[in-house]
């Protein structure tokens, strides 16, 4: 049996999981079928594995290196242009507002590619070791490894000898994307809540208004990257979300925003949580203003490839996909993947795929329009090409699996 043979699979597989997205932690109906699937292959199936909707499949042939595979399962809040017949119209209800649901991270094509790749491993059996499919919630809200590992360790006392993963990004479909060491971001989340003293919009010399302070602690915080991070050095600060009050004639008495960084170096990361702190706590004292309150939220581990494993996947690419295999740029996205081997110290392995028309990132590419031209993870038109984007993340499982088992 081939790739051939399960394509009309994957791709049923691929639009089904598309128009049925679930938000973090809420994975219930993409778990099942993940688990009922796995058991139509043949896998001992452990299903609500950690503190969600984790989905965990073991199948064992004979002697030889357990091989985990990954793929995580959750959607986004964000509601899907109108591109594709398969479109999701699933809304749901998230901090109180209404909400459309979307797969913007491809994690559909993650689940897809996986279980393609699972039914042709599990037909095969020309190998000898342990698969562990890992079916991973809630990876968007970077709890869904953490939440798995102490179930994992119970579940593998022995251990794993590697673990892969891999992400669609936006590029071109059929490509793939390796290399050794720090692939992505850490990712750290801060939640700053300003305090003034409200009042009426006519009487601002009676309040300190919290929606100028915070504006100006938006606008400084934005010199950390370009005034105190070194050119050379690969950082982001992004204020994602800001909330202050509720009618255009009271000065309100607090603000709320969010901030997410991304870094590569830990004394970058350091240096820029310092700054933060600095700056958001100087600008209170500039308006006279309580000092701020300043939470810590989600957090994404640094991404490093294994040198040795890295190796082995980028040469079963390089047999795979020849001249489509091409080596990674550093990503500043993040993922929670390597919480998953670090419950055994295992070295691990994570790489990207494309997923748009070849032609159309190629001329965007030769345009220098690539960044308005294609998508970005996230966004509601990112919609990838259905091929040859689920062969190649299928091709790329099974090629990467293989390289290791026996
Ligand atoms: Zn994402
Ligand atoms: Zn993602």
């Excluded at 042709?120 to 499919?133: F, K, P, Y």
């Excluded at 970077?142 to 590029?171: C, F, K, N, S, T």
């Excluded at 971001?185 to 929606?211: L, Y």
Aim: aromatic share 6%; proline share 6%.
């Amino acid at each position: 049996m081939t790739l051939e043979t399960h394509r009309p699979f994957i791709e049923d597989l691929y639009r089904e999981l598309h128009a049925n997205p679930e938000l973090s932690n809420r994975e219930h109906r993409t778990a099942a079928r993940m688990a009922e699937l796995l058991r139509e292959r043949g896998f001992e199936v452990h299903e609500q594995v950690g503190k969600a909707t984790g989905v965990v499949g073991i199948l064992r042939s004979g002697e030889g290196p357990t091989v985990l595979l990954r793929a995580d399962m959750d959607a986004l809040p964000v509601t899907e242009a109108e591109r594709v017949p398969y479109r999701s119209s699933v809304t749901d209800e998230l901090d109180g507002q209404r909400t459309g649901v979307m797969h913007a991270c491809a994690h559909d094509t993650h689940m897809a590619s996986l279980q393609g790749a699972l039914a042709i491993l599990a037909e095969q059996r020309d190998w000898s070791g342990t698969i562990v499919a890992v079916f991973q919630p809630a990876e968007e809200v970077m709890q869904g490894a953490a939440g798995m590992q102490d179930a994992l360790r119970e579940l593998l006392p022995g251990g794993i000898d590697v673990a892969l993963g891999q992400h669609l990004m936006p590029g071109a479909a059929g490509e793939v994307q390796t290399a050794a060491g720090p692939i992505m971001a850490a990712s750290d989340h801060f939640i700053v809540t300003v305090r003034g003293r409200g009042g009426h919009g006519s009487q601002p010399e009676k309040t300190i208004d919290p929606i100028v302070l915070a504006a100006s602690m938006v606008v400084r915080l934005q010199t950390i990257v370009s005034r105190e991070v070194a050119p050379a050095e690969r950082a982001v600060l992004t204020i994602g979300t800001f909330h202050a009050g509720v009618k255009q004639n009271i000065i309100p008495d607090s603000a709320r925003f969010e901030i997410n960084i991304r870094t590569f170096e830990p004394r970058v990361r350091e240096r820029m949580i310092a700054a933060i702190e600095r700056i958001v706590q100087g600008e209170c004292q500039a308006a006279g203003a309580p000092p701020a309150t300043i939470e810590t939220g989600d957090l994404a581990p640094l991404t490093v490839n294994d040198a040795d494993a890295a190796a082995t996947v980028g040469a079963a690419f390089d047999a795979a996909f020849g001249a489509a295999h091409v080596p990674s740029p550093q990503y500043l996205g993040s993922e929670d993947f390597s919480y998953l081997p670090a419950v055994w110290d295992a070295p691990y392995v994570f790489w990207m795929y494309g997923g748009f028309d070849p032609e159309l990132v190629a001329q965007a590419r030769a345009r220098g329009t690539f960044d308005v031209d294609v998508p970005s993870n996230h966004a509601p038109d990112f919609i990838p090409v259905l091929q040859p984007t689920l062969d190649t993340a299928t091709t790329a499982m099974v090629a990467a699996a293989r390289a290791f088992l026996a």
